[in-house]
């Protein structure tokens, strides 16, 4: 179940109609072939993504009927949302992936790009200048190219549009790296999570606030990670075994939550801290 977060939906309230919406410039020109019905589902899970390409490239990408990708919006370099695919339909654009006991997450779900090169591989070092090189961040042990203000902003227009006309719960405004576990890193630990949140939009943990039901465990076991973790909605097994799955969920919840650790793939205090507060927060027993 999940917990109505009434500081949540304030923040949305506070965001919409007292800061004021950013004048988002959309673009309809576009249109993918890459969709199928949604069978009467509704969404209820909002993915963003990383495009690892340029504007041109990530869209002619997803209207190419033979790449069998798409997402529903795109927002490109200098802010404009591009709209690929209408909301009423699935967009191709999560592939195999999980979220809290659901599989088929295109179908239940409404996916935005963003245009972003992801992190930096050795090959791409060609393709950017030093200065380009020199604003990427480091974390989760690599180089990450930044969003800029732009983007931002039309994400934040967009997704609270999103939120709006399903309901979307935070817990359910993740990453694709949240989704497909050790296959997908996108939108990458350099996304300002905690600055969407702080306009209304996902989840973030309340370090301030005291625990009410979670009790955060003097010695960390596999089996209290996993089960938060599953909780949450990861796809964490509950076998009880510190295998490559657990360490893959684990890496998922630092890039989303705890970009900055020293610690990657390893569950320390701070992740301990940061799920329990998330679970107390968001997710009913």
Known sequence: ??????????????????????????????????????????????????????????????????????????????????????EKYSAFHAGVSYWNGIKNINDHSIGIEITNFGYTRDES???????????????????????????????????????????????????HSDVALGRKFDPGPVFPWKMIHDHGIGAWPDMETSLNKVEIPSSISVSWVQNYLHKYGYDCPLNGKADSKTGDAIKAFQMHFDP??????????????????????????
């Open 1 to 86: 179940m999940v917990r109505l977060n009434m500081k949540y939906f304030a923040k949305l309230f506070i965001s919409f109609f007292l800061i004021g919406v950013h004048s988002a410039v959309y673009d309809f020109s576009y249109s993918s072939p890459n969709f199928r019905d949604r069978k009467g589902i509704n969404p209820r899970i909002l993915v963003l993504h990383y495009t690892t390409s340029c504007n041109d490239n990530a869209v002619n990408w997803m209207c190419d009927k033979k790449s069998q990708a798409s997402a529903h919006y795109l927002v490109g370099n200098a802010g404009t949302i591009f709209r690929l695919v209408d």
């Open 125 to 175: 070092f060609k393709y950017f200048s030093e200065k380009e090189i020199e604003k990427c961040a480091y974390a989760c042990e690599k180089k990450w190219h930044p969003y800029n203000a732009c983007q931002i902003d039309s994400i934040i227009s967009v997704c609270k549009e999103i939120i709006f006309r399903y309901d979307i719960k935070p817990h359910n405004i993740v990453g």
């Open 260 to 285: 900055y650790t020293k610690n990657f793939g390893i569950p320390d205090e701070m992740f301990c801290e940061k799920l329990a507060r998330l679970i107390d927060q968001y997710i009913v027993e």
